[in-house]
T-cell receptor
Framework: QKEVEQDPGPLSVPEGAIVSLNCTYSNSAFQYFMWYRQYSRKGPELLMYTYSSGNKEDGRFTAQVDKSSKYISLFIRDSQPSDSATYLCAARPGLNKFYFGSGTKLNVKP | GAGVSQSPSNKVTEKGKDVELRCDPISGHTALYWYRQSLGQGLEFLIYFQGNSAPDKSGLPSDRFSAERTGGSVSTLTIQRTQQEDSAVYLC?????????????FGPGTRLTVT
């Protein structure tokens, strides 16, 4: 079993839709949770990070962590074609290595 | 400021040859990571350097893979006797665990093709 599991998609939505991306993890020691966005032929770039449980909002993006169920979510409101990319969730227990999900490919249709 | 840089951006090599991939982390970042990303796959952890500590090599897939980090800065990932299954994008990332931002910053990757 992988440390972080993520549905690979692809996920296709119309412009303006609310997008929900999800991951589960198995290691209860994970404390830090991150979402990365990766455009084709580019390196991943950090979108959001959270510590422990709770929500964090940044513009159209909301990251949510539920440690009791080991569930990580990213919500994108008013999705745009420019949001089309692969979204990777990641988690880490502390000051050491990261564990990544396999990524969900999102396509927002104009 | 400058981000993480990697060279070469693309590398085509023949099966059985050795290759070296280079990573220049962000200045001052003490942690450096190497990942492999195959087509349609997520990031596969390879190796992690943190300051002067012994590296975490637990992700290296075979003894054909090795990496070093000189002077706590530049890192080189070496693949000996390349195989076709080594074809992938090799990504390097760096981070600074001492700050409040525990994220890592990725380079653009080196796309390796073994023919």
């Amino acid at each position: 079993q992988k440390e972080v599991e993520q549905d690979p998609g692809p996920l296709s939505v119309p412009e303006g839709a609310i997008v929900s991306l999800n991951c589960t993890y198995s290691n209860s020691a994970f404390q830090y949770f991150m979402w990365y966005r990766q455009y084709s032929r580019k390196g991943p770039e950090l979108l959001m990070y959270t510590y422990s449980s709770g929500n964090k909002e940044d513009g159209r993006f909301t990251a949510q962590v539920d440690k009791s169920s080991k569930y990580i979510s990213l919500f994108i409101r008013d999705s745009q074609p420019s949001d089309s990319a692969t979204y990777l969730c990641a988690a880490r227990p502390g000051l050491n290595k990261f564990y990544f999900g396999s990524g969900t490919k999102l396509n927002v249709k104009p | 400021g400058a981000g993480v840089s990697q060279s070469p951006s693309n590398k085509v090599t023949e099966k059985g040859k050795d290759v070296e991939l280079r990573c220049d982390p962000i200045s001052g970042h003490t942690a450096l990571y190497w990942y492999r990303q195959s087509l349609g796959q997520g990031l596969e952890f390879l190796i992690y350097f943190q300051g002067n500590s012994a590296p975490d090599k637990s992700g290296l897939p075979s003894d054909r893979f090795s990496a070093e980090r000189t002077g706590g800065s530049v890192s080189t990932l070496t693949i000996q006797r390349t195989q076709q299954e080594d074809s992938a994008v090799y990504l390097c990332a760096s981070s600074s665990p001492g700050t409040s931002n525990f994220s890592q910053y990725f380079g653009p990757g080196t796309r390796l093709t073994v023919t």
